[in-house]
């Protein structure tokens, strides 16, 4: 009597290896390391705090419409009025609604902002990593620049282009502030760049024949995720803060509804002569939040490449 012996069933590719499945599918690597970096942001006390009131100030400028009582730049209204039902901030000196401003005026700072911070990072990742990467003459010639860039004031050199460009406008301070804010990053991740091209995994893709920019951007970028989202969060920072000063100076667009707009006519219109403090206090207060928010979520983007910096 023949015993036989059970056939295996066929081997079946990728057996026994997990892989996450969302509703539609296998789900992105990238939306994976999103969802793990805002998890670990969340669980950081500082950056879940500037994330509240990041995420706060982006939904009153996304519904400003529904959340502004009146029109911004409407003058139906007795000037230099106090806080009251009608009007929560008081009124401007032309009759204006406060709170209707400061409500839009989110708008204009979240976009020069995130704007002119993304740029200004965008001009120093690409400068700072080809300069690390490339020592030699490009790295002189790259260097120098930043080292011209960085010699010069930037707070006298923003007001002396701002003041002499014929047209002005939000974007106009968008690449002003840019402009003079990319210079700290660049020299900062040149620095970087210049330790990590000794790397084993940078000197295997070499000779696997990849090109500059693959290697660059493929292989030592990901390992400065701090150093390019400090870069962002202090340009965009700065940006906010330039903003308001260009605007509270008169360098920029009168006809702007914006948070340093609103200093500006309040300097101009005496308003803590005659007590409208709120003119002054709340555009301020705001400028002051918007930045601590972007230095509270840097600080969980530091945690978030460092785990000896993570809360226990």
Known sequence: MSIVSPVPPPEVPG??????????????????????????????RKASIGLVILGFVIL????????????????????????????????TGNGQDVFSQMVYGARISLLVGIAAGAIATLVAVTIGLIAGYRPGVIDELLSFMTNLVLVIPGLPLMFILAAYLQKRSVWTIVFVVAFTSWATGARVIRSQASTLRTREFVTSAVFSGEGLFR???????????????????????????????????????PNTVS??????????????????????????????????????????????????????
């Open 15 to 44: 057996a026994g290896v997990a892989i996450r499945v969302g509703p539609a599918g296998p789900i992105p690597g990238p939306l994976r390391f999103l969802g793990r970096a805002l998890r670990t942001l969340w669980s950081n």
């Open 60 to 91: 009153v400028a996304v519904f400003a419409p529904l959340i502004a009582p009146h029109s911004p730049t409407a003058t139906t209204f007795v000037p230099y009025q106090n806080p009251s039902t009608t009007n929560w901030f008081g009124t």
């Open 215 to 253: 290697v660059v951007f493929r292989e030592i970028l990901p390992n400065m995720t701090s150093l390019v989202a400090g870069s962002f969060f202090s340009a965009a920072t700065a940006a906010v803060m330039a903003e308001a000063s260009l605007e509270f100076l008169g360098l920029g667009d």
């Open 259 to 312: 948070w340093g707009t609103i200093l500006y006519y309040a300097q101009q219109q005496n308003s803590l002569l005659t007590g409208q403090w709120v003119l002054v206090f709340a555009p301020g207060l705001a400028i002051a939040l918007l930045a601590v928010s972007f230095t509270l979520i840097n600080f969980g983007v530091d945690a978030l490449s460092n785990p000896r910096l993570r809360e226990k």
